[in-house]
């Protein structure tokens, strides 16, 4: 059903267009400030990182499955420093371990959830004409950019890349290879990135959001961002300061993080010693709790936009939503050491991060609630973004729920680095973020196109997907359960405890490389659409909010007079009204 | 295109875009420092024994530094205050005295460095030289940031003043704040490490 | 809504006065807790001390030289929450490993 376009265009501004145009294909398309080119770049560039982490691990899962069975073809390309005979080296299989998780993290799903998502979709949520700060917001980019080719470029130094996992543990990444060094400065210009980022971010959605946009009539996405940005501010330069000080230790020979008397490989280390491998752990995780909700929220924000697009009903208790929303963030700062449990933590303190950690599953539990209930007598659309949609809220409520006997330190003694929790983190950040993730791709891809995703490609890859996100995570709960502890080369293999539960990795394994093959039509409809895809106007979803007020693809400047907002985000179906959504953008 | 509040101040806030992004800029330094700080208490309260900030550094030559350094903030807010009153000339002269400041405190960090390393005292030496040379040189590289941006504003940046001097004064209040920030820091980093 | 350099002429006079106090108080204060760490006070008296008049010093320079005293309610809700995290930051590992039996 067509409707005339809500705002009515007598042309961009001529002056603005001649000189945009005038700029030649580097500054427009490489060096842009435009936040939408910027937005593509993040999100191109996001997308490639996460196959390549995805391919990581692929490699790994045949050592899980079939532990030293050799790939001699693989061990021709990657020699025999890494695969000598086609057997993986245990540091090889680390190597890979801990670039699989940077990589995953840092360098694929952050940046497309808000480098991409964030930076092409806010500015026009808000009905803004690009961020505040254009100019920082390529600088943002190109620092992502570089803190990726110094990651890519670890791989290449004597030693291989960083393999202390993500998390870069002292003292083993103390006295790791050249690698480790390159990942503290590759993680130096990332969190550079998103400092500057999150500034842009804060200010734009301050500042220049549309007349009649208040703070409650932001699109749920809007908060999510807006939070996600202040996790990223607060949060990120306490890590920054540990990288500088892994440094130090590693390049100055000072002992921050390396205890007296450290014995290494059978000699004391020639160290003034007096540091606390606990300090690192604790400056760590102070950002990397906070991000492990960068990764959900804007996940979730995602979710709430096409749920209620596509059940032509208002979000169910949209202010529950938002005060849960803040309140998360909030909270996601106290909570850091129940990664910790394990450390010979007092009672006091383990109390402590104990409770704050029950509290703050409370305000998820209300987001997917109020999400779930949104669905409740709606005119559901079983489109592909639908479909993504709807099957993150059990794969994300599966996560959260696995979480709690994690954040009780008690029930966390069985379970802590057991293959429990990666099972419990990859629920929420696999089928959930990832999968909110490629719902926004089939939503927002008319508005940055022109043009629609196929359907049949979209719903084979959605049900390949969603089917072998539970072979491989499903089976990872019992081989946890059963005491298999995570990042062993063999997978439990050499453990006479293990043995019943061995053959799940290959489960998992044989899951994960269908998976990969499930992935193949939509990278096919991702390029085949731009040119072939259903074409389509300003509003293809009948969606309400700002973003669909502008032109698909939106011109530089977005909108050609500035939009003003005259509801809340989700009218829709209101009783009495002449079509079933009432656009915030129509007076 | 022109991004609105970049100069002019948005009703409901009353503030322009760089003034909030300076401000959040700041906030998230305060965490960096903090982490630092943080690490300071956590190594010290783990030691077995600690020395006495003057047993080991020079307390004259940082007293010195921090006259210098509060004096520069002076010199900056008054450089920020000559743009207010339209007066070029005083801006120039007192950016450049804010300058050359932030210069003498590099220069005497430079020779308590030099001396400490011709004594033997590297930050590999003992947990409290390695906090020292780690919370001193960050600030240093810090003061090194302003000075940078400070002088571009001085120089090549101040041609803005003749085709908008409103954007211009703002954009020294906010290099202002930064270079006011980095004094701060110093503020609790001097009796920390060099009196206590 | 945009200012005229010249209409807050009067404004600025009364700015730099306190710039001038602001700056003689710092003097002071840097000489008084040079003079009182002379002392060598016990450690935790040191410690507050120098804590406070460094808070002092520091108020001064924020609300001042960086015009916190006269600034906007949103970042007074900025820094407010940044003070919180700064807390927290400083407090719970210490706390936490001293609460333990590991690596004192």
């Known amino acids: ?139 943002s980019y190109w620092f992502f950019f570089l803190g ?9 130094v004597p030693g291989g890349a960083a393999q202390s996992g993500w998390t870069s543990y002292a003292p083993l990444s103390v006295i790791a290879g050249t690698g480790q060094t390159m990942w503290l400065i590759g993680m130096i210009f990332l969190i550079t990135s998103s400092l500057l980022g999150a500034i842009n971010f804060i200010t734009t959605i301050i500042q220049l959001r549309a007349k009649g946009l208040t703070f409650m009539r932001f699109p749920f996405f809007v908060w999510t961002q807006f939070v996600t940005a202040f996790l990223l501010l607060m949060a990120f330069p ?70 209620a697009n596509n ?31 394990m450390t010979g933590m007092g009672t006091a303190m383990a109390a402590f991060f104990q409770t704050t950690t029950m509290i703050i599953s409370i305000p ?22 639908m479909l993504f949609a709807l099957s993150f809220l059990p794969m994300f409520g599966i996560g959260g729920l696995t979480g709690l006997p994690l954040g009780l330190n008690v029930a966390d003694i069985p379970l802590h680095d057991t293959y429990y929790v990666i099972a419990h983190f990859h629920y929420v950040v696999a089928p959930g973020t990832i999968f909110a993730l490629f719902a926004g791709i089939y939503y927002w891809y008319p508005k940055a196109t022109g043009r629609k995703m196929n359907e049949t490609l979209g719903i084979i890859h959605w049900i390949g997907s969603l089917i072998c996100m539970n072979v491989v995570f499903m089976p990872m709960f019992l081989v946890g359960l059963a005491g298999v502890s995570r990042r062993l080369y063999d997978g439990g293999a050499g453990y006479a405890f293990a043995q019943p539960v061995l053959h799940l990795n290959a489960v998992s394994s044989w899951g994960a490389w269908i998976m990969a093959l499930f992935q193949i039509p939509f990278i096919f409809n991702f390029f085949w659409s731009i040119r072939k895809g259903e074409k389509t106007g300003q509003n293809p979803w009948q969606a309400t909010t700002l973003e669909w007020a502008a032109p698909s693809p939106p011109p530089h400047g977005n909108f050609a007079t500035a939009p003003e907002a005259y509801r809340g985000p989700y009218e829709y179906s209101v009783p009495g009204a002449a079509k079933d959504f009432s656009p915030q953008f129509e007076a | ?78 450089a920020w205050a000559s743009l207010k009153r339209g007066r070029f000339g005083t801006f120039r002269m007192y950016m450049g005295g804010t300058i050359l400041l932030g210069a003498v405190f590099l220069v005497i960090k430079f020779f308590e460095y030099s001396h400490k390393f011709e004594t033997g005292l590297f930050p590999s030496t003992n947990n409290f030289l390695a906090i020292y040379f780690t919370l001193t040189g960050l600030h240093g590289i810090h003061v090194m940031g302003g000075m940078a941006v400070n002088a571009y504003f001085w120089g090549p940046g101040a041609k803005q003043w003749k085709t908008n001097p409103e954007w211009f004064t703002n954009r020294v209040e906010h290099s202002g704040l930064f270079w006011h920030f980095v004094d701060l820091v110093w503020i609790f980093l001097f009796p920390t490490l060099y009196l206590l | 809504m945009t200012t005229t350099t010249g209409d807050h002429a009067v404004d600025i006079d009364k700015h730099v006065r306190i710039y001038v106090s602001v700056f003689v108080a710092l003097m002071a204060l840097t000489i008084i807790t040079v003079v009182i760490s002379r ?66």
């Open chain 1, 364 to 385: 998820s539990v209300v987001i997917l609630t109020a999400l779930i209930i949104s669905l409740w007598g709606g005119s559901i659309r079983f489109n592909t973004p």
């Open chain 1, 148 to 156: 990726g080719v110094t990651m890519l470029a670890s791989f290449l």
């Open chain 2, 1 to 78: 295109m022109d991004i609105p509040y970049t100069v002019e101040i948005r009703r409901d806030t009353g503030l322009t875009n760089g003034k909030i992004g300076i401000w959040l800029f700041l906030a998230s330094e305060v965490m960096l420092f903090g982490a630092l700080f943080a690490s300071y208490i956590l190594i010290r309260t783990g030691a077995a024994s600690w020395p006495r900030g003057d047993t080991i550094l020079n307390v004259p030559l940082a007293t010195i530094n921090t006259i210098v350094l509060i004096t520069s903030s002076v010199t900056m807010v008054m």
């Open chain 3, 39 to 104: 002392f060598h006070l016990p450690v935790p008296i040191a410690v507050t001390v120098a804590l406070l008049v460094a808070l002092i010093k520091g108020s001064l320079v924020a609300c001042y030289f960086m015009h916190l005293i006269s600034e906007k309610k949103l970042i007074y809700a900025v820094l407010a929450l940044t003070a919180a995290f700064f807390v927290v930051l400083l407090a719970l590992p210490v706390l936490t490993v001293h609460d333990g039996f590991w690596l004192r």
């Open chain 1, 1 to 139: 059903m067509s409707h005339p376009d809500a705002v009515a265009s007598p042309g961009p501004s001529v002056a603005h267009e001649v000189h945009h145009e005038a700029l030649g294909f580097w500054r427009r398309y490489v060096f842009s400030t435009d936040h939408k080119v910027i937005g593509i770049q993040y999100a191109i560039t996001g997308l490639l990182f996460l196959l390549f982490g995805f391919t990581l691990m692929m490699l790994m899962r045949w050592q899980l499955a079939y532990p030293g069975s050799a790939l001699p073809w693989l061990g021709k390309i990657l020699g025999d420093t890494r695969m000598p005979g086609g057997t993986m080296l245990p540091e090889f299989y680390n190597e890979l371990g801990a670039m699989h998780g940077t990589i995953m993290v840092f360098l694929g799903v952050v940046p497309l959830a808000v480098g991409g998502f964030g930076n092409f979709v806010v500015p026009l949520q808000i009905g803004a004409q690009d961020m505040a700060f254009p100019r920082l917001n390529m600088a």
């Open chain 1, 311 to 341: 059940t032509r009903k208002p979000l169910w208790g949209y202010r529950s939503m938002v005060y849960s929303l803040v309140f998360l963030g909030f909270m996601s700062f106290i909570v850091w050491a129940h990664h910790m449990f």
């Open chain 1, 238 to 307: 306490p890590l920054e300061a540990a990288a500088v000080m892994q440094l130090m230790d590693r390049l100055a020979g000072t002992s921050f993080f390396l205890p007296s008397g450290l014995v290494v490989s059978g000699q004391v280390l020639n160290h003034a010693g007096g540091g606390n491998p606990l300090l690192w752990q604790h400056l760590f995780w102070f950002l990397a709790h906070p991000e492990v909700y960068v990764l959900i929220l804007p996940a979730m924000g995602i979710v709430a936009e096409i749920i």
